[in-house]
């Protein structure tokens, strides 16, 4: 094959079929093919005779490329090749780089095992309805730190919201990373503040636990029949089997301290009446131990059980667990005076009950399934202070004595 400097009278001067080697940068050529002059690099990956050549496309004689341009570019990849990098292979999984949606799913894929199902199911529902529209079908490789800032950007007013949906895209390209499907250092989050959140636990009062114990038989009282429809008139009222379930689940609330997703989906085969437990082979926090008391067991025991349904909360569907309480909750706590209140708090009114009887933190991190000592802490100024009750023991202690309430033992302390 001819060698010779190339230039743009070399490449116009060219016959078809004809491959030119530049004499000045070593592996740097041009071919014509029909009408079309073609630069191009040819080199070898590795070292030794067994290293695999490659011959990579530069581009085209004409915009941008000039035999000069071409040159450079050549040398620019030489100096790629030096360090390691594989220019073609680079270009080839440029050419099948997966888009936004198809890497999201493999991450989905991935997640399995790694991540809880309601995590997944969360991430899912972020990305399908913020993320999917806008850059489902981008190259991963192309999204940038101004694609996610102008999606998240339109979220500022929910700042919780904005925190979740960043904090599902950081794992999502992390994932990439890792699976080579974008540069190391390239996620484009990395940059993004989260908003501050501020901490909220409400706490039931012993008044405000009577008014929704009264609610919660008003309701079962009130929606025990479904009334039938206009045309139905000549039928019995069904019986609604669905009530039952709804109250129940929140009575396990109130008394375990669980999750919602924990009881809704709880199983009768991971309720241990012996052992007094419920097994979670899955939550939030992996396998999880919840340990019931008598009113829990209690409650558990008088569940009607429907055959072929191996929920314990059972919804209209057969052989499903009830899907909507949100709604029958809403009516429960109006009903209730507790306007404010959220389901999750139950788990709060849980944790406060325990430290004002006295329990340690950690105990109640253990009934609750805290992984961390941390996450419990939340509720430290919540707990007596031993100092303190000890103080007020021995201030009232004195104060009886001085004031003539004293036994025996007080005024052997006086007299001391």
Partial sequence: MPSKKITINAVKNMSAGETLWDTETKGFGCRMQKDARTFVLKYRNGTGRGARQHIYTIGKLGSPWTPDSARDEAKRLLAVIAQGGNPALERKRDKVSLDVQSAFNAFMDESHGKRG???????KRLFDKHIKKELGKHRIKDIGKQDISRIVSKLTDRPVLFNRVVMMLKAFFNWCEQEQHRGINSNPCSTITKYKEKSRERYLSESELQNLGKALQDYEQEHQFIKPLISQKDKEPEINIVTPYITAAIRLLILTGARRNEIITLKWEYVDFERKQMRLPESKTGEKVIHLSAPALQLLS????IEGNPYVICGKNEGEHLVNIKDPWGKIRKSAGLGDVRLHDLRHNFASIGLASGMHLKVIGTLLGHKNIKTTDRYAHLANDPLQTANDA??????????????????VLLNK
């Fill in 117 to 123: 199902e309601r995590t997944k199911a969360e991430y």
């Fill in 302 to 305: 008088e569940i009607p059980r």
């Fill in 394 to 411: 021995i201030g009232n202690r004195i104060l009886d004595a001085m004031r003539g309430k004293s036994n025996k033992d007080n005024v």
